[in-house]
């Protein structure tokens, strides 16, 4: 921890790396969730619609979401309220087959999903906020890389055990068992989300009294006198959407192509998750030593061969390698993007800017997941993955002919 940090900074990140570990406790349960949609019948299409439907509610919802949170005094409430909402959906998830018959089983895990695709959305925005009045403009990379490897830790270990526990029950009893017992993350995360303590925000005085058009012409005139945010953005977009593409495809690839084990499932995820851990301490020190341009080009780079190199194996053990060396540069690839994203507009519309961010992302997110699924059913889960790759590289091609433009 900074040494700089006065006492209620450093409570600040101590509440933050053990929101991680409570959240990295509840994430182990992600990976599953798609996996138990295919095991339960769902189609591509279905399984595309869960990765897609946040997309749809943010798209929606966001820049909304980011004006009322503008006018907050105190966003952190909203914050710790909303994960809890979101990570309780696991919990729902494992009761549905005790409640629901078999037939109408996908559609209510995805009706569950749907409803928490709103406070989603809050976190999304409530998330960058909170963690950028935490951590300042010095202490973006420290925090974050210790948050994420907290939470990537967390995750490694818990994944790895919940394959295995997959594996020696019986389904779907094994997925009703994680799902429930996995929530209890959310609890912790509640408890100490909501002790991180921020002065209170003075929302901008020109919001009182506009009609919500004139405030929206107001925000659309902020974001175009922000040359640097809209570059970043824009490049920023074509490259999440090579990933959102491939976000089903992969658990898809992993059931009907590699037929893996839900315990090979687990290893895959948790050596991804788990590498991180050093990703975050090796892209912090060369950010210190070469800049954040080498570490950005350097991880777009690496993401954009993941998914060629996936569909270039049946094996198992490849997939394990490959997942590994992907999880160094996802490292690096998420504390640039949110330390780039932070350096672009002023700090007193964060609310604002970032759901204009998260807006232009759920975009990709709506879109790219459904198109990923239907070009699988056309060409192949390999030959969708491939297309992953390629959209990826050409956002990589933008960033590396361009240059990183930093607000002054």
Known sequence: MPKELT??????????????????????????????????????????LLTAMPGFTGLFL?????????????????????????VSSYALTGLVPFV????????????????????????????????????????????????????????????ALVGQVLDHIGFPINYQVVFLGLSVGGLISYYFSSHIELPDAEPPAHLAGQSLRQQFRNYAALVRNEP????????????????????????????RQ????????????????GIVLLGYYFWTRQSKQRGSRFVLLCTTLGMSLYPVLIASTLQVEWIALYAGLAGIFQAGLDLV??????????????????????????????????????????????GALIVSGVLRLTGFGLFALGKVEIRV
Request: glycine share 6%; aromatic share 12%; with cysteine.
């Open 337 to 382: 993007f949110f330390d780039e994203l932070m350096k672009t507009f002023p700090a007193q519309y964060s609310a604002t800017f970032v759901s204009v961010a998260q807006s232009l992302q759920y975009f990709s997110t709506v879109a790219a997941p459904l198109v990923g699924t239907a070009l699988a059913d056309q060409i192949g889960l390999g």
């Open 7 to 48: 006492p209620t900074q450093q409570k600040n990140f101590l509440n933050v790396q053990i929101d991680g570990i409570a959240i990295g406790l509840a994430s182990a349960a992600a990976p599953f969730l798609p996996v138990f949609l295919a095991r339960l019948g769902a189609t591509n299409v279905q399984v595309g």
């Open 62 to 86: 966001a820049i909304l979401v980011g004006r009322f949170l503008q006018t907050r005094r105190r966003v952190v409430p909203w914050y710790s309220t909303g994960r809890l909402m979101v």
């Open 228 to 255: 640097a945010f809209v570059s970043f953005m824009l490049k920023r977009f074509v490259y999440m959407s090579g990933i959102s593409l491939a976000t089903p495809l992969f658990p898809l690839y992993y059931v």
């Open 100 to 159: 629901v018959p078999r037939e109408y089983q996908v559609v209510a895990v995805l009706l569950i999903w749907a409803a928490a695709t709103l406070p989603q959305t809050l976190v999304s925005v409530c998330f960058s906020v909170v963690m950028n009045a935490v951590a300042g403009p010095k202490h973006r990379y420290e925090l974050m890389s210790r948050r994420w490897s907290t939470l990537g830790l967390t995750t490694a270990i818990t994944v």
């Open 258 to 273: 590699v037929q893996a084990s839900d315990a090979w499932i687990g290893i895959i995820n948790t050596v991804q998750t």
